[in-house]
């Protein structure tokens, strides 16, 4: 049954990845985010299977329901026709490939590297209150940076989106 | 029963689960939605002075059999100009969220052995928040799908209104978590029995929730998605017969889910502080006495849902973004840390 639907999921989030960069039916972008949200909630489900129930939730709840709102707010209002009539390039095709095989290479490697299963002990998976302590103690500096760097990406957003400044 | 022994504690789970997840869906939250709207036409006709649906049967009772049949029978018109695919997914996107919120709400103790929730989540809060997230997909997709300019512009409003809400609701919530110490919605209630409900314990916490349940679900004085004054209907105006019928059922089946949400979260849920009935049943027919006060408690907040809509009239956008973002956040802030300084004192003492 885990093993099962460990497979769907995975299969699911690929397919729904590719679908994202090279959907053959429709160059819409639209149809483009609508796949994204799609491999995140199935992505949710392999933090599901990975008993990080935190994770998941919060995965569904920023990512498919606010940034991807958000982002599917902009293709509308910017009505992107040329980017519709756009063909899928073979040379697009190609150096993304190079790409991505280039980064699996790296991650096969390091995963190898580390002995799966043998190597790092599992912290913050189950309950969230774990998580919490985790996160104000032991990883309390990075996790105190990433919140000022989303300040200041924040702080960035508003400075230039305002027309005039005083 | 004998049958029941024979079968793996797995098939067992999978048995009780489908029940649960039928009679929760078909034989509760449907009828409600179909009452609901039966409730809703009846109120707003004794507010402003009429008679109300009165045909069907007595006192209009079979009405939502009525204009259930009706939907079903309309053409089913699909205009020319939609996008095909969206025009068809966005009424299933609408409604789905709304069924699928459900599944983490205790709606009783327990009947026989079975624990009244159909999945006891640990993070079950968290989990309503996301589920409710996706339902802006729905009104967002439709008003793309319809490709012309007023469900367009209803689809906008509905997704800059849910953002900014759901920040405000997530953030009404902390304190109640704060208090309970857990995200689990069984725990909220344990925490609450004996009569010590949340909304006398967090009533600031309870009136954003409120409100921000109001614009969640789209109904006045927050229904700017739709208005008709100015948008025509908003993001179903191209729809007609069962699709529309759809985004309808989910307006209903989200305020009975956010309805359900808040008895939970502020009501103490299933209990009742007299009579012993804060504690777990034990017999068949105070399992089912828990279920009749958690649905009971839930009809009361619809028919505040109701009587709210047929009292106030509609914001205007800034107004409603004014009080979103500069009202409700910095006040939810405050009551975190409000909360917080109160459970240091305590804890310090």
């Known amino acids: 049954m885990q093993d099962a639907l460990f497979y769907l999921f995975a299969a699911l989030t690929l397919l729904c990845g590719l679908m994202v960069v090279v959907n053959p039916l429709s160059r819409n972008p639209v149809t483009s985010a609508m796949f994204l949200v799609l491999a995140i909630v199935s992505m949710a489900g392999l933090f599901v299977l990975l008993h990080a129930f935190f994770l998941a939730a919060v995965q569904i709840l920023v990512y498919a329901g606010a940034v991807m709102v958000l982002f599917l707010f902009v293709v509308m209002l910017l009505d992107l026709k040329e980017e519709a009539r756009r063909k899928i390039k073979v040379f697009g095709i190609a150096t993304g490939l190079v790409s991505v095989g280039a980064f699996a290479a790296v991650m096969v490697a390091s995963i190898v590297g580390t002995h799966p299963g043998k190597g790092l002990i599992p912290q913050g998976e189950g309950t969230t209150p774990v998580l919490g302590k985790i996160l104000f103690t032991q990883y309390l500096l990075p996790f105190e940076i990433l919140s000022v760097l989303l300040l200041v990406a924040m702080v960035g957003a508003i400075l230039l989106s305002k027309k005039d400044l005083k | ?349």
């Open chain 2, 1 to 349: 029963m004998p049958f029941l022994e024979h079968l793996s504690p797995t098939q067992q789970f999978l048995l009780f689960s489908t029940l649960k997840i039928v009679a929760a869906i078909f034989l509760v939250l449907l009828p409600m939605v179909a009452y609901s709207v039966l409730a809703e036409r009846k109120i707003s006709a004794f507010i402003q002075d009429r008679v109300g649906p009165n045909r069907v049967g007595p006192f209009g009772i079979w009405q939502p059999l009525a204009d259930g049949l009706k939907s079903f029978v309309k053409e089913d018109f699909t205009p020319d100009h939609v996008r095909k695919v969206y025009f068809w997914l966005a009424p299933a996107l609408s409604l789905i969220p709304a069924f699928l919120t459900v599944a983490v709400i205790p709606f009783g103790s327990f009947l026989g052995k079975q624990k009244m929730v159909i999945a006891d989540l640990n993070v079950g809060i968290l989990y309503t928040f996301g589920i409710v997230s996706l339902g802006v997909y729905g009104i967002v997709l439709a008003g793309y799908a319809a490709n012309s300019k007023y469900p367009f512009l209803g689809g906008i409003r509905s997704s800059a209104q849910m953002i900014s809400y759901e920040i405000a609701m997530g953030m009404s919530v902390i304190p109640v978590f704060m208090l309970v110490g857990d995200l689990n919605l069984s725990q909220v209630i344990n925490y609450q029995s004996g009569g010590a409900w949340l909304v006398f314990k967090q009533p600031v916490s309870f009136f954003i929730f409120l409100v921000a349940a109001f614009a969640e679900t789209n109904r006045l004085p927050f229904d700017l998605p739709e208005s008709e004054t100015e948008l025509v209907g908003g993001y179903h105006t191209e729809y007609s017969s069962m699709k529309f019928a759809l985004f309808f059922m989910a307006e209903y089946a989200n305020m009975i889910t956010s309805s359900a949400m808040m008895v939970t979260l502020f009501f103490g849920g299933w209990t009742l502080p007299f009579g012993g009935l804060d504690q777990p049943a034990s017999t068949l027919t105070g399992g089912l006495l828990h279920i009749g006060i958690f649905l009971g408690k839930i009809v009361a907040l619809m028919g505040v849902f109701i009587w709210v809509r047929w009292m106030l009239p509609r914001f205007r956008y800034d107004q409603l973004m004014d009080l979103g973002w500069r009202r409700f956040i910095p006040v939810a802030l405050a009551n975190i840390l409000a909360t917080a300084v109160v459970l240091w004192l305590q804890g310090a003492k």
